[in-house]
């Protein structure tokens, strides 16, 4: 299976906000034809309706793949929409936070393959991340396919167990938010110290952006990163005896946030 058949047996989007409109802008620009795609969402935007994709024109059956983007409160409502394509022709991919695949299962049919995905917000850039897990009845060219397509975003990896997703949720599912505000404090912190504002905001972006971009491209680990840029007795390491305090620095700090998400994600998938 591979996105020839795609193009060939057309792709259903279910939903069609920032996550989905991202995913979207990849496979047109990857080559998929928007005669090929079909998209159901209640208010699309002037975005949507100028890439010559269908619009609520109700759904191509037999579709190789119809992809879930809509938000988990509307699941209840939207999902049925899909039900006359499950039985096993159509691969569902989820990118809905909080709906287990079970979900989907009862739905849609224990027979049809579904693989749950959780995509995060860099994907409007296309460097985001999308871990994977499928049903039993996801083959692997199944995984294949849903990795082809949200490849289109950014980078993909996929789980041992659905049970990971809650975990994966609190790193890299809100983790761009908790980066977010890392710039903002640190841009505050620079106002502090007597730099203006945007001066400030400037600096931030900018070595968060690339410190990243190093920590990706280089050999070393970032902790070896970390030594590298680390004097003795110097500017960077009377930072970090702050920021790595066990007790109130990063360590205790990172590991109850991420925790919190995962734990809330729990809740969210309990309904």
Same mark, same amino acid.
């Given at each position: 299976?591979? *996105?020839? $058949?795609?193009?060939?047996?057309?792709?259903?989007?279910? !939903?069609?906000?920032? *996550?989905? %409109? =991202?995913?979207?802008? !990849?496979?047109l620009e990857g080559g998929l034809p928007a005669s090929s795609v079909w998209v159901q969402d209640p208010y699309p935007s002037d975005w949507l309706k100028a890439q010559g994709v269908h619009i609520n024109e109700g759904l191509q059956q037999g579709c190789a793949i119809a992809l879930i983007a809509v938000k988990p409160q509307m699941m209840a409502k939207a999902l049925p929409n899909l039900q006359s394509m499950g039985g096993g022709?159509?691969?569902?991919? %989820?990118? +809905?936070?909080? #709906? &287990? $695949?079970?979900?989907y299962e009862e739905v849609l049919g224990a027979a049809s393959p579904v693989i749950r995905a959780m995509p995060n917000t860099p994907?409007?850039?296309?460097?985001?991340? %999308? +871990?994977? $897990? !499928?049903?039993d009845a996801a083959s692997g060219d199944h995984m294949d396919l849903a990795e082809a397509l949200l490849s289109a975003v950014g980078q993909t990896v996929r789980l041992e167990s659905e049970a990971q997703m809650d975990a994966v949720t609190g790193v890299s599912g809100s983790g761009p938010a908790y980066v977010f505000?890392?710039?903002? /404090?640190?841009?505050?912190a620079g106002e502090a110290q007597g730099l203006p504002a945007d001066l400030? *905001?400037?600096?931030?972006?900018? #070595?968060? =952006?690339?410190? +990243?971009?190093?920590?990706?491209? +280089?050999?070393?680990? &970032?902790?070896?990163?970390?030594?590298?840029v680390t004097s &003795?007795?110097? /500017? /960077?390491?009377?930072a970090l005896e702050v920021l790595m305090d066990e007790k109130a620095g990063f360590p205790p700090l990172l590991t109850h946030a991420v925790a919190a998400a995962t734990n809330r994600s729990k809740e969210l998938s309990r309904g």
């Amino acid at each position: 299976m591979n *996105m020839d $058949i795609v193009a060939e047996r057309g792709l259903a989007l279910l !939903g069609c906000g920032k *996550m989905g %409109s =991202a995913m979207l802008n !990849g496979w047109l620009e990857g080559g998929l034809p928007a005669s090929s795609v079909w998209v159901q969402d209640p208010y699309p935007s002037d975005w949507l309706k100028a890439q010559g994709v269908h619009i609520n024109e109700g759904l191509q059956q037999g579709c190789a793949i119809a992809l879930i983007a809509v938000k988990p409160q509307m699941m209840a409502k939207a999902l049925p929409n899909l039900q006359s394509m499950g039985g096993g022709a159509t691969l569902f991919v %989820s990118v +809905a936070a909080g #709906t &287990p $695949i079970a979900y989907y299962e009862e739905v849609l049919g224990a027979a049809s393959p579904v693989i749950r995905a959780m995509p995060n917000t860099p994907a409007a850039v296309g460097r985001g991340i %999308s +871990a994977l $897990i !499928g049903n039993d009845a996801a083959s692997g060219d199944h995984m294949d396919l849903a990795e082809a397509l949200l490849s289109a975003v950014g980078q993909t990896v996929r789980l041992e167990s659905e049970a990971q997703m809650d975990a994966v949720t609190g790193v890299s599912g809100s983790g761009p938010a908790y980066v977010f505000h890392l710039i903002e /404090t640190l841009a505050a912190a620079g106002e502090a110290q007597g730099l203006p504002a945007d001066l400030a *905001m400037q600096l931030a972006k900018a #070595t968060v =952006a690339g410190a +990243a971009a190093l920590a990706e491209a +280089a050999d070393e680990d &970032p902790a070896q990163l970390r030594v590298n840029v680390t004097s &003795p007795n110097g /500017t /960077t390491q009377a930072a970090l005896e702050v920021l790595m305090d066990e007790k109130a620095g990063f360590p205790p700090l990172l590991t109850h946030a991420v925790a919190a998400a995962t734990n809330r994600s729990k809740e969210l998938s309990r309904g």
